[in-house]
Every structure is written in structure tokens, then in C-alpha cells.
């Protein structure tokens, strides 16, 4: 290695383990695979890194927003930041001078457009990430975030714990879901549909360190699960097996799903500021999800119910794709044949209903292309998409072949909507 590498000065990026609430936004978003995860902290490998900043804006927290100027030979690897607690402090003056760092010297690496990776074909890969939109819709509530930190949560109460699935299994998977009313008393905690907080759950880790919280969408309108009052809702599935079948026992998952009215949670957040409903009159919403991603979903249908019933909103068109396994492990699944069809459009999608062929809600969407495509060339429809990471590009490209079947340039529409805060993605 010359002298000039050994001098050559980088501006590190780092996450901040103390703030982030490990929602994979970050490692979601960015272009180049530069962010990875463990067990416990989100890293970015500085080998890696092109300073795109794709990641910056999307994550809810701050805790993707920080930096560090250090030779690149001293550059912290994957391998540390996975142990941190804590982000380590600046380098001083007299550090970089001691490491053969001159004084004037300037990072060598600026930040860059984003560089997709190439495809095996040399063609550049679809990424569905890249219609996702950073910027709240136009009309949307002004969204209040990050009131209490990790270093200081708040206090809910419980007041209300209901299974919303049917009890069993199914494909030898459980599916256990339950919906959390928690009460925050006269502290103030004001949120938005589409926004989520995070959980503290009791005790440590098997390194004996107290466990970060989880997040979870709220699932509960503006005014609070019970209108008026100071308390939201969540829609959480209990967690007994990994992505590869192993049994495991959920940290959060289970505590939450095992408590009783008057137990104690310890909140912080609220988190989120774009995945956030239109307020206009005439505004549209398609709602795309698949499981406990229906929260944010439940939010908004709610809030919209309770808008009509006052007679405060006109024209506005609700449009729901809800994909499941059955319809026994589908969250909500009683409450929404009770809505009115005038009211919400809803289109259900099984993937593993005996005696029928599997169907996703992209298959879905397709049967429905005539009035998706009306709703694209729509400036007033917004789409949501909220579920597992597997489904997003599913999604995301039936949309694209809706566009194009309707006569419409995907590329025009889907740069609008990412512009106009009008295709919004939150998948994990």
C-alpha cells in the first residue's frame, strides 16, 4: 500500500446503534448493497459505500445520518460496528496529524449519483425501490416524530389485547396475530397513520445487554383507537419460527402478544414522515399489503370511515389488496366484509387455499388492471405498499405492466409518483 492510500482521508458512514430502531429501511433503500445487519446493529461497509445518500432520507430516526472523517486505512470494518453500543467519537486534530493525516486534507470520496449493479446479462436489474417515495403526499398532516428516544422512552398501559386471527394452523405455520390498544394517559403522544413506534421489551439479551425495540406500524387513526382518547393500536403476529422454518421464540412478538390489560410497556417514537395519507377531499388510496402489513392500512381505512360518517369527506376512493396464506390467518378478516362496498374496494388474495390455485395480490391487481390503470394516470392516487420485502417488486412491476397495458410511459408515471410522494413502500 503507497503513502497515499495511508493518507488518504474518507467520510465514513455510519449508523448510530443507540437511535436505530432496526426497521431495514436503510439496507431496503440502498442501491449497492452497502448495509447489512446482525442480531442486534445495521453497519455499512465503507468498501462499499459510494455516499449516494439514498438511505438518509428514508429512515425514520436520524440514526443513518452520521459520519466520521478518518484515514481509510484506519476505516471501521462491518466486523466492529457489529459489536458497538455506542458510535465511536470524532477523531481529533492531533489523531489524524499522528496517523500522517495533513492538516487541509479533504475527503477523497464525494457523494454520488446511485449505481445500480449490473445484471448477469450486463442489463441493469429492476429496482423497485427506486419509485419509492421519500416525501409525504402533498396534502398530508404535518407528522410529529422522534418525542421519545431510546435514552428516554415513555410509559403506555395496555388496555385492550385481542386475537384478530383464527386460532390454529395452517400449513404447519402458527398464526397467532393480536391487536394492542395501548393507552398513554396524559402524557401527549400525538400520531398519524402510517407512522409506527417502537417497543422496549423487558430484560437482556443472550449477551446480557438490555434488548432494542422492535417496531410496529400503528394501526389505529389519528384520534386514537377510541376516538378522543390519548391511546393507538398495533397489529402484531406472534413469532415462532425464523424465514428458514426454525423454531425460535419472537423477543417482542411474544411479550407483546402476552399481555394483559393494566401491564406496562415502555414506548419510544413516534417514528415516520412520509408513508403518510392524503388529506384532500378527492384524493384516492390504494392499499397494498400482506399480513400484520395491513396496520397502516387499518389506520387509514378508519380514518377515512370516520371522516364519512361525519360527513367530512367527498369522492375519495379506497382501494384495498390484502394477501394472506388463508383467509383464517388474514388479520381483520371478519371486520372488513362488514364495510360497505360503496365505501372500500377489496380484493383478497390466498396463496394456500386447498383446492385452489395460489394467487398474490400482484395476480390480483393484474385481474383488476382497468381500474389500477385509471388510477395511475390519476394525480390524485396515491399507492401504498406495506409486507414482506419478497412482495415489493412484485408489486411494483404489476404496476408497471398495468401502466403500460393502460397506454401510459412507466417511466413518466412512476418518476411522479416517487416525486410527488405518491408510491409509498415499507417493506421488511
Known amino acids: 500500500m503507497d503513502m497515499a492510500t495511508n493518507t488518504t482521508v474518507i467520510r465514513q458512514h455510519l449508523i448510530d446503534p443507540e437511535i436505530c430502531i432496526r426497521c431495514n429501511t436503510c439496507e431496503a433503500t440502498c442501491p449497492v448493497s452497502a448495509i447489512t445487519h446482525d442480531d442486534r446493529n445495521y453497519v455499512v461497509d465503507a468498501s462499499k459505500c459510494n455516499l449516494c445518500m439514498a438511505c438518509i432520507s428514508p429512515c425514520p430516526t436520524g440514526s443513518i445520518d452520521n ?215 378527492r384524493s384516492h388510496i390504494v392499499m397494498i399489503c400482506t399480513g400484520t402489513g395491513s396496520a397502516p392500512m387499518r389506520a387509514m381505512t378508519e380514518w377515512r370511515r370516520r371522516l364519512r360518517a361525519s360527513g367530512k369527506f367527498e369522492a375519495g376512493k379506497l382501494m384495498l389488496f390484502f394477501g394472506a396464506r388463508t383467509k383464517e390467518e388474514l388479520p381483520y378478516f371478519g371486520p372488513l366484509q362488514g364495510l360497505p362496498k360503496d365505501f372500500i374496494d377489496i380484493n383478497f388474495a390466498f396463496s394456500r387455499t386447498p383446492g385452489h390455485p395460489k394467487r398474490y395480490v400482484q395476480d390480483v391487481m393484474r385481474e383488476r388492471a382497468a381500474d389500477l390503470g385509471a388510477l395511475l394516470a390519476d394525480p390524485n392516487s396515491h399507492f401504498y405498499v406495506c409486507g414482506l420485502k419478497s412482495m415489493e417488486e412484485g408489486v411494483v412491476l404489476a404496476l408497471r405492466e398495468v ?22 413502500l415499507e417493506t421488511y
Open 403 to 424: 401502466a403500460q397495458q393502460a397506454g401510459l410511459s412507466w417511466d413518466t408515471v412512476g418518476a411522479a409518483l416517487k416525486k410527488e410522494g405518491r408510491l409509498h
Open 67 to 281: 459520519w466520521r472523517t478518518m484515514p481509510l486505512v484506519r476505516a471501521y470494518s462491518t466486523t466492529e460496528q457489529l459489536l458497538w453500543d455506542e458510535l465511536p467519537t470524532e477523531w481529533t486534530a492531533e489523531q489524524l496529524a499522528e496517523a500522517g493525516v495533513a492538516p487541509d486534507a479533504e475527503p477523497a470520496v464525494e457523494p454520488v449519483a446511485p449505481v445500480l449493479p449490473a445484471a448477469a446479462n450486463g442489463e441493469t436489474p429492476f429496482n423497485s425501490a427506486q419509485y419509492g417515495a421519500t416525501l409525504p403526499p402533498w396534502s398530508a398532516a404535518h407528522a410529529y416524530t422522534n418525542l421519545h428516544g431510546p435514552k428516554s422512552p415513555t410509559t403506555a398501559t395496555v388496555v385492550g389485547n385481542v386475537r384478530v386471527t383464527e386460532v390454529g394452523r395452517s400449513a404447519g405455520e402458527d398464526y397467532d396475530t393480536h391487536h394492542i390498544v395501548l393507552d398513554f394517559g396524559s402524557m401527549p403522544f400525538p400520531v398519524l397513520e402510517g407512522q409506527s413506534i417502537g417497543v422496549v421489551p423487558p430484560g437482556v439479551d443472550g449477551a446480557g445487554k438490555p434488548h432494542h425495540a422492535r417496531q410496529y406500524s400503528i394501526a389505529s387513526p389519528r384520534n386514537g383507537e377510541r376516538p378522543g382518547y390519548n391511546n393507538v393500536s398495533l397489529t402484531i403476529k406472534r413469532v415462532l419460527e425464523d424465514h428458514q422454518g426454525n423454531p425460535v421464540r419472537g423477543v417482542a412478538s411474544n411479550y407483546m402478544c402476552d399481555l394483559k390489560v393494566g401491564d406496562s410497556v415502555q414506548v419510544i417514537g413516534p417514528f415516520g414522515a412520509s408513508f403518510l395519507m392524503p388529506n384532500h377531499p
